[in-house]
């Protein structure tokens, strides 16, 4: 009874000041009986999400809601709120996922699990290829564990506490997309080119984790657009192909015809434009600062809500981008007078081609990537564009000449 009472707490607590793991991350029950004890044993670390403001004087739990009080309209003022991960239980079970064909990072990955075994008692997942070459350096690394199809990889999200990282932006990418459902916290180690969503470098990877692990650390939660493709054969919108996350974009273009990309798009149901040119982005927040960017579109912070709606070298002078609110559906259609069908990448990967009368439907998903911050969201963002693009960078102008009097 005490149990089931505390439990109850826990989740008006939850309810009241932030999100709870269980709302983020549901653990899945498993369907093989031999797996019972197994999952007992393993259970999933717990954390809670809260929104807090910078200053002693901030309201760390006011409620994301308009409030009406004497005929008057309030907002609360989400700008000034970092996202904050709080661990209420210790975290048993790690994934560490590599940049593939890099000897600093097969170095780097075997120094890391071996500390986080021995220092920190933790489970350790990787990649069937890493585990092989972990077992090649060494036969202590028996101690790792993988898995062997894609039903297992489905279920990752139920055994692992943390995910790292060791490459670039690419990597963080590749992640998101094995998570079909909830992503479980991902800190994002720099290893690769550019880095906008790896703030964190590999030479102090010791104080960097035990910082995480021991908590609370500052989160930016990422969001992910759910894409749709429905054929024209299709006898009604429920009959789909399997959908598709994006992290950073998805991208529908002319491929290898010739002739202008021909598309009619529409927002939940108005009409929106239709594009001629080479093609169109539609681009998470996180993914303004890739293709969404090269195209003339803003950059924007990735805790923002919202879908970049970018053209491709637009057939016209007057055709701008557009940032649309996170609660719209977009739909994409090749309409039947186009000279050449169109073709879709998802996060440049997965192209699927697109012919007179098939849609594509793009709208926000319900799971965010959480990846960690080394100071916080705001001050990661504008730094991965000042060190990343050199944003702005130019020489200050001298002091010495005329001025105003």
């Known amino acids: 009874m005490q149990q089931n009472e505390a439990e109850e707490c826990s989740e008006k607590a939850c309810m009241k000041h932030g999100i709870c793991s269980h709302e983020v991350l549901r653990d899945r029950e498993s369907d093989s009986n031999s ?21 002693e004087n901030g309201d760390q739990h006011k409620h994301d809601i ?13 700008s000034s709120k970092q996202i904050s991960l709080k661990w209420e239980s210790d975290p048993q079970t790690v994934l560490i996922l590599t940049k593939p064909n890099s000897v600093s990072v097969r170095i780097l990955c075997a120094q890391m699990v071996r500390w986080l075994k021995e220092k920190k008692k933790l489970n350790i997942y990787v990649e069937p290829r890493v585990r092989v070459e972990l077992l090649t350096e060494s036969p202590d690394f028996d101690y790792v564990q993988t898995w062997e199809d894609d039903r297992e990889i489905l279920l990752l999200h139920a055994k692992v506490d943390l995910v790292i990282t060791l490459g670039g932006d690419g990597t963080v990418l590749w992640a998101a997309s094995m998570f079909k459902g ?38 930016t939660l990422r969001h992910r657009l759910l894409c749709r493709v429905i054929r024209d054969a299709a006898k009604n919108e429920y009959e789909t192909e399997e959908p598709i996350l994006v992290l950073n974009e998805v991208t529908i273009d002319r491929g290898i015809s010739s002739y202008l990309t021909n598309l009619e798009c529409y927002c939940d149901n108005s009409f929106v434009t239709c594009v001629q040119g080479d093609g169109l982005i539609l681009s998470t927040t996180s993914g303004s600062t890739a293709y969404s960017l090269a195209a003339g579109g803003s950059m924007v912070h990735p805790q923002v809500p919202g879908i970049l709606f970018t053209p491709i070298c637009p057939h016209s002078l007057s055709f701008r981008p557009l940032i649309l609110p996170e609660h719209v559906t977009v739909r994409i259609v090749v309409p039947f007078n186009s000279r050449s069908p169109a073709w879709a990448s998802f996060d440049g990967k997965d192209r699927k081609q697109l012919a007179a009368g098939d849609a594509l439907l793009c709208s926000m998903a319900p799971w965010p990537v959480p990846t960690a911050c080394q100071v916080d969201s705001t001050n990661d963002f504008l730094r991965s564009i000042h060190e990343g693009l050199h944003w702005n960078l130019r020489k200050t102008q001298s002091f010495d000449g005329p001025r105003e009097l």
């Open 182 to 219: 909830p992503v479980p916290p991902i800190v994002p180690f720099s290893l690769g080119s550019l880095g906008f969503m790896t703030p964190f470098h590999s030479e102090h990877f010791k104080e960097c984790l035990d910082s995480v692990l021991r908590g609370p650390i500052s989160i």
């Open 35 to 55: 797996n019972v004890d197994r999952n007992k044993m393993m259970r999933k670390a717990s954390f809670k999400l809260s929104w807090w403001c910078k200053g």
């Open 66 to 78: 308009v409030s009406f009080e004497k005929g008057n309209i309030t907002t609360p003022e989400r």
